[in-house]
């Protein structure tokens, strides 16, 4: 099987991707990303030099290019753009070719129905991370996926984080969980961030503050074994300051929320599938 691999719409999801496999290993120039505009493909070409990226505005048949001859395929555009994507490179594409989708709401039988029949297909649910090697991919192997292939696409994928498998009906949750995650992540720094400034921190320092803090907590949580909770106690003092905080998110009702979000998350996700029809 060629080792080139296409990433075709290679946004903020597959350059997240692109990015932590070049940085496992991967020779660049076996790497070809589609995009539509010119200055996107030219700003890729520069950040990941020796990596070939084609936009659709020069040469309309850039994904068709791209498919042909890559061992793997990974479709990165939006999901409502997923079908017309497969359809389009469908005559580009070796037997054995492994179209992977990042898409999130797009199932596997959608996307088989695009496809030749009998086409390795893997539907994945990742995160951006990735881009650091730091990424959680979730991956579900389509009808005609060997193990053979399910392996090389999880030893692939590897190098963007840890992945695991996962069966379709839970891709809804896991996308609601851990591929929105990081934006629920950025939210809680961005919220504490405007807290010290209404305490009367200066904002920079505010910012300076929470990021460091949400990184450095993040960076505990990756250790092997990392329990949540036990970290979270370790930080508070009976009758202290933390706790005070805490018992007022309880108060609140804070884990209601990030579960409502969550269940909202997952719902839209599922709106979405029954919307491409
Ligand atoms: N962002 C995230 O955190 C996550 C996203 N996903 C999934 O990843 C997918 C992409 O999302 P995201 O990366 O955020 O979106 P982006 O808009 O950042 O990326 C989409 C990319 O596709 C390109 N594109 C659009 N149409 C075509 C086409 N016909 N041919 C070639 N390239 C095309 C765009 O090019 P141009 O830039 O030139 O317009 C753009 O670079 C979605 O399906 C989403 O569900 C999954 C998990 C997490
Ligand atoms: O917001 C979205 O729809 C995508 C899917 C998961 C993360 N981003």
Known sequence: MSNRIAFLGCGSMNEAIMGGLIDGGVDPADIVATVRRADRAAGLAERHHGITAIAG????????????GSGVVILGVKP????DLAREISGSL??????ISVAAAVSLA????????????IRT???????????????TPGSSCSAGQLQHAKDILAA???VVEVPEEQVDAVSAISG?????????????????????LDPELSLLLARGTVAGAGFML????????????????????????????????????????????????????????
């Open 222 to 277: 990756a250790e092997p074994g990392a329990d949540p909770a036990s970290l979270r106690k370790a930080v508070t003092s009976p009758n202290g300051t933390t706790e005070r905080a805490i018992a007022t998110f309880d108060e609140r009702g804070l884990p209601a929320i990030i579960a409502e979000g969550a269940r909202a998350a997952a719902a839209r996700s599922a709106e979405i599938t029954r919307q491409l029809g």
């Open 57 to 68: 505005e020069e040469e309309p048949e850039n994904n068709k290019q791209a498919a042909t």
């Open 180 to 200: 929105s995650g990081p934006a629920y992540a950025f939210y809680l720094a961005e919220a504490m961030a405007a807290a010290g400034v209404e305490l009367g």
């Open 110 to 121: 959608q996307l088989e129905a695009v496809l030749p029949a009998g086409q390795p297909v």
């Open 80 to 83: 409502a753009g997923i079908a």
């Open 160 to 162: 963007a984080g840890t």
């Open 94 to 99: 070796s037997p054995d070719t492994i179209v």
């Open 125 to 139: 649910m990742p995160n951006t991370p990735a881009k650091l090697g730091r990424g959680m991919v979730s991956v």
